[in-house]
């Protein structure tokens, strides 16, 4: 079984930063590191939709265009967690934040299909 919890979301002004975490529980004789893991987000009356992706060695990174230079992802095998570094937040940011993790990933990172474990989600809320 793959257990994934994120926290660190919140209410922020525009401009400002957050820092999501997703921790893993695995009980299924997996490993952290057998995983390749992204953070997606679902803004209200929308679909859900790719942030940022990282394979199970955290070296090869993806990141949507909304977000790249901003957004930092980072994985860390000896924790279990996943961390998402959010800076310059923006009102269109805002949105229920999830992550998602899968051993193999064959196509898209951001394509949802993909991942077969996800978190409960956080929400971030980004004031003007």
């Known amino acids: 079984q793959v257990q994934l919890v994120e926290s660190g979301g919140g209410s922020v002004q525009a401009g400002g930063s957050l820092t999501l975490s997703c921790t893993a529980s695995i009980t299924n004789g997996d490993t952290y590191n057998m995983y390749s893991l992204g953070w997606f987000r679902q803004a209200l009356g929308k679909e859900r939709e790719g942030v940022a992706g990282?394979?199970?060695?955290?070296?090869?990174?993806s990141y949507a265009d909304s977000v790249k230079g901003r957004f930092t992802v980072s994985k860390d095998n000896a924790r279990n967690t996943l961390v998402l570094q959010m800076n310059s937040l923006k009102p269109e940011d805002t949105a229920m934040y999830y992550c998602?993790?899968?051993?193999?990933?064959?196509?898209?990172?951001?394509?949802?299909?993909?991942?077969?474990?996800w978190g409960q989600g956080t929400q971030v809320t980004v004031s003007s």
């Open positions: 998602a993790a899968d051993l193999w990933i064959d196509g898209s990172w951001d394509d949802i299909s993909q991942y077969n474990h």
């Open positions: 990282i394979d199970r060695h955290g070296k090869t990174i």
